[in-house]
């Protein structure tokens, strides 16, 4: 008996000949089409974790850059998400000018998020040029094995692009996570605000009974089809993607896990998880840092991915349209993130933490010393928007975008240009959130620029 996308296939190609249409039979023929992809990007063992804070020592599991190409607008898109910490500066860019030259398309056109696990690599080519001129070793990336990953993933697409398929529907689907995601912030007993609830909490019991704070409790889930055949599926949650970290085992945490489940049980649809903007959420209220709370958290992920999935309703696509908008984010100007502050820090005496911070920090003034503002992308599809924001933005970003269109389909992908760091909100910043200490290059005032260049591009 034939399959039953055989037969809708079959159907909707009598019903189009019938009216005089030639059918879709194949991607050129048809005004849409999608490519897949999905790459190992394990970092060797010995490479630093999270900028060098520590050693790789073993493989928990791998690492993967998973993504679409899709065709229907002026130019193609690639969207890709890597389970690696942070992809910065010139690392960006590389990402995104060969993977842009592998498909024929310009280099805003490649949209590049990490993950952002704790326990995968950051990618920062300048900060590591500032450690090797000093002779300084325990460095942030390894410049030869990250050309090694991007021509993968370049290669990947190329290869993908010859068996692009035609697609004609969306699918649009949400579902409530429960007990993962809670803010950084919460209130102690005498009303003040504290900022300490990390990715594990095992001790703070405050932390853990405060309320959840501000999160977006819900998972979205985008999709493209053929017909009734789903090809692909992009699954997106805010929260920082980490259960436990500092170990040496390189591993896709539970984000990783959730998606490879999902990706057993739909064999002929890419699974693709990305995190959305999550600076300051985390799993601390419902994360032990025990072992085995991992594949508690995957567990629950894995049950909002599939009740979206099982919510998904499909809708004709229609549009494809891509805007982009750019931001400029001034760099912090104070005591110990001056050029001088950081230069002083690269000298042996000080810790390969210390210094590898440091480079970073050097490596995103010599940015904005160029003069290279950052890239705020989004793909329209009519009843649905994607977006892409930089480095740990806030969660209030992400909602912000979601009210500025108000009755659509809005998803938010985290940690795109991770240059920045840390993205907080005013407010983050009058109430000194201690975690901008450090992993934060930008000044206050980056709320309203960044909310401008939001409103840009989602509302045009």
């Known amino acids: 008996m034939p399959a039953p996308g055989f037969l809708n296939r079959a159907l909707f190609a009598l019903i189009l000949?019938?009216?005089?249409?030639p059918g879709p039979a194949c991607a050129a023929d048809a005004p849409f089409a999608i490519a897949t992809f999905s790459v190992d990007v394990?970092?060797?063992?010995?490479?630093?974790?999270?900028?060098?804070?520590?050693?790789a020592t073993s493989v928990a599991d791998p690492l993967y850059a998973k993504g679409?190409?899709?065709?229907?607008?002026?130019?193609?898109?690639?969207?890709?998400?890597?389970d690696w910490c942070e992809i910065r500066n010139d690392a960006y860019d590389r990402w995104r000018e060969v993977i842009a030259a592998a498909v024929g398309t310009t280099r805003e056109r490649v949209l590049v998020s990490s993950i952002h696990q704790h326990e995968a690599p950051v990618a920062d080519l300048t900060a590591q040029r500032f450690l090797e001129e000093r002779g300084l070793e325990d460095g942030v990336c390894d410049v030869e094995?990250?050309?090694?990953?991007?021509?993968?993933?370049?290669?990947a697409v190329r290869t993908a692009a010859t068996r692009k398929r035609p697609i004609t529907h969306l699918g649009l689907g949400q579902a409530k996570v429960e007990r993962v995601a809670s803010n950084r912030r919460y209130l102690l007993p005498d009303g003040r605000p504290s900022f300490n609830r990390g990715s594990a909490s095992a001790a703070n019991v405050l932390a853990r009974e405060a309320p959840e704070g501000v999160i977006d409790p819900w998972l979205k889930t985008l999709s493209f089809w053929h017909d009734a055949e789903p090809v692909a599926a992009l699954n997106a949650y805010a929260v920082h993607p980490m259960s436990y970290y500092r170990t040496g085992e390189i591993s896709a945490d539970f984000p990783g896990l959730a998606r490879d489940r999902r990706q057993r049980e739909t064999p002929d649809c890419l699974q693709?998880?990305?995190?959305?903007?999550?600076?300051?959420?985390?799993?601390?209220?419902?994360?032990?840092?025990?072992?085995?709370?991992?594949?508690?958290l995957a567990d629950r992920?894995?049950?909002?991915?599939?009740?979206?999935?099982?919510?998904?309703?499909?809708?004709?696509?229609?549009?494809?349209?891509?805007?982009?908008?750019?931001?400029?984010?001034?760099?912090?100007d104070e005591p110990g993130h001056r050029r001088d502050d950081l230069l002083a820090v690269l000298v042996p005496?000080?810790?390969?933490?210390?210094?590898?911070?440091?480079?970073?920090?050097?490596?995103?003034?010599?940015?904005?010393?160029?003069?290279?503002?950052?890239?705020?992308?989004?793909?329209?599809?009519?009843?649905?928007?994607?977006?892409?924001?930089?480095?740990?933005?806030?969660?209030?970003?992400?909602?912000?975008?979601q009210r500025m269109k108000p009755g659509s389909f809005v998803m938010v992908a985290g940690f795109g240009e991770s240059a920045t760091g840390y993205v907080p909100t005013?407010?983050?910043?009058?109430?000194?959130?201690?975690?901008?200490?450090?992993?934060?290059?930008?000044?206050?005032?980056?709320?309203?620029?960044?909310?401008?260049?939001?409103?840009?591009v989602v509302q045009p």
């Open 17 to 21: 000949f019938a009216a005089g249409r």
């Open 42 to 55: 394990t970092v060797p063992i010995g490479h630093g974790m999270m900028g060098g804070y520590w050693r």
């Open 68 to 82: 679409v190409v899709l065709w229907g607008g002026a130019q193609p898109v690639v969207f890709v998400s890597v």
């Open 145 to 155: 094995f990250h050309e090694q990953a991007v021509q993968r993933v370049a290669a």
């Open 272 to 296: 693709i998880y990305v995190s959305g903007a999550s600076g300051n959420v985390t799993a601390g209220k419902y994360n032990d840092g025990a072992r085995a709370t991992r594949a508690v």
């Open 301 to 332: 992920l894995h049950a909002a991915m599939a009740a979206a999935w099982r919510e998904t309703k499909r809708v004709p696509l229609t549009a494809l349209d891509f805007r982009n908008t750019t931001v400029r984010l001034a760099p912090r």
């Open 349 to 401: 005496a000080r810790l390969p933490r210390e210094r590898n911070l440091a480079a970073m920090g050097l490596s995103w003034w010599k940015r904005v010393d160029a003069g290279q503002p950052i890239d705020v992308p989004l793909l329209d599809f009519g009843v649905a928007q994607l977006l892409l924001l930089p480095g740990e933005s806030y969660v209030e970003f992400q909602l912000a975008a």
């Open 426 to 456: 005013e407010q983050a910043v009058k109430e000194k959130d201690t975690n901008l200490g450090d992993w934060s290059w930008v000044a206050p005032g980056a709320e309203a620029a960044l909310l401008a260049a939001i409103q840009r």
